[in-house]
């Protein structure tokens, strides 16, 4: 930021969704007036999230801050602190992407102009149905209406996360018996959404080296297009290695990685073909960006991972935008009846594309009636 910009943190909101789902946000203003709000939604550990953020602000004080890239230097905090520990890298995270936002609105260009995109219209998504689906039986019926209520308004691309039954450890002579229901959830997507749309699948790494292949025969009967996460590659990045060399469906993932050179080990070591950053925990939008550009430099596929609120969405829908090639993004669809007017102007999602607003920064606030009503607001 320009000399005497200086960032502060004015508070937090809540806002509860569902007795599963509560998204939180971070307030910013600069000294020349420009304001933003980030999403630092992390489960059980936001309040340690709000903590550390508070913390992080006071502690870079009155210096400039130039670049977002020179937020960890200024913290003393390293790479591998930061991929070790999902709070603290969720609180940087909020911190670069907010000075991104704030430098795009004193600046007054689109957070893709700032990213070193072009300004477009919309970007296209893939319809996550799982969080929607949380609040019924979860019989694969369940998730056959989800997925059908996704195609008709005009969804091409679904994603479900179906094995709940699933624990590990577990061992390949039980291991299609525990999945048995999910297998049967996924094959009744495929049935509502017809042959030819993509179909994803999510695993919350719920399988092991010894199981997930068996799982992964199975799915590539029913032409789904990638396994995500079977085990989790920031803890087991080689077992996930001799996954996919060993499997045919394309594995992705990466979900709560931090930092670019991460992404590019999961491309270069091909435990993953498709990777999926989180704007929320990889180091934030420009983050985000940098990785998604390096990935499909390097053959990789890209594409952002979130099932979050309408800030993260917008907010990940111009990185999208920003970088060349980047696949659909997610969207949890279904979650709330009141979703897109959380958003001034109003969260726009037709024909399977999220429109993104014409202004500054993001181009869009958080509705504070609406917050008012679903959540609360409070200080650092």
């Keep these: 930021m320009t000399s005497g910009a200086l960032i502060r943190l004015e508070g937090f909101t809540s806002v509860t ?147 709940d039954e699933v624990s590990p450890p577990s061992s390949p002579d039980r291991i299609l018996s525990e999945a048995k229901t999910g297998l049967e959830r996924v094959a009744a997507v495929r049935r509502a959404i017809g042959p030819e749309a993509r179909l994803l699948v999510d695993c919350h790494s719920r399988f092991q080296r010894n199981t997930a292949p068996l799982i992964a025969d199975e799915l590539a009967k029913l032409g789904v297009s990638w396994f995500e996460e079977p085990v989790q590659p920031t803890s087991a990045i080689d077992e996930l290695v001799e996954i996919a060399d060993e499997i045919s469906v394309p594995v992705a993932g990466g979900e709560t990685g931090y930092g670019a050179d991460f992404f590019d080990e999961l491309v270069a070591s091909r435990a993953a073909a498709v990777v999926m950053p989180d704007i929320k925990y990889c180091g934030g939008v420009g983050e985000a960006t940098k990785s998604g550009r390096r990935t499909i430099s390097a053959g990789g596929g890209f594409s952002l991972h979130s099932p979050s609120g309408p800030i993260s969405l917008l907010a990940s829908g111009h990185v999208s935008a920003a970088v060349a090639g980047a696949m659909p993004l997610e969207h949890a669809v279904y979650e709330s009846d009141w979703r897109a007017d959380l958003l001034v102007p109003a969260e726009i999602v037709r024909d399977g594309r999220l429109w993104i607003p014409i202004g500054a920064g993001l181009g869009a606030t958080l509705n504070r009636d609406l917050t008012s009503r679903f959540g609360r607001t409070w200080k650092p």
């Design 17 to 163: 969704v569902t007795n599963r789902t509560i998204w939180t946000f971070a307030d910013f203003v600069s000294a020349d007036g420009a304001r933003t709000t980030v999403e630092i939604t992390a489960g059980d550990s936001v309040m340690n999230v709000a903590r550390d953020l508070d913390a992080m602000v006071a502690r870079i004080g009155e210096r400039d801050i130039e670049s977002e890239d020179e937020i960890e230097s200024m913290l003393g905090l390293s790479i591998d602190q930061l991929g070790a520990n999902r709070v603290i890298a969720t609180a940087v995270s909020g911190l670069r992407s907010a000075v991104v936002q704030l430098q795009a609105h004193s600046n007054g260009v689109s957070l893709t102009e700032a990213l070193g995109g072009q300004t477009i219209e919309s970007v296209p998504l893939y319809a996550n149905i799982n969080r929607g689906l949380f609040g019924t039986d979860r019989t694969p019926n369940a998730f056959c209406l989800m997925a059908e209520r996704a195609r008709e308004a005009g969804f091409t691309t679904f994603k479900c996360a179906p094995f």
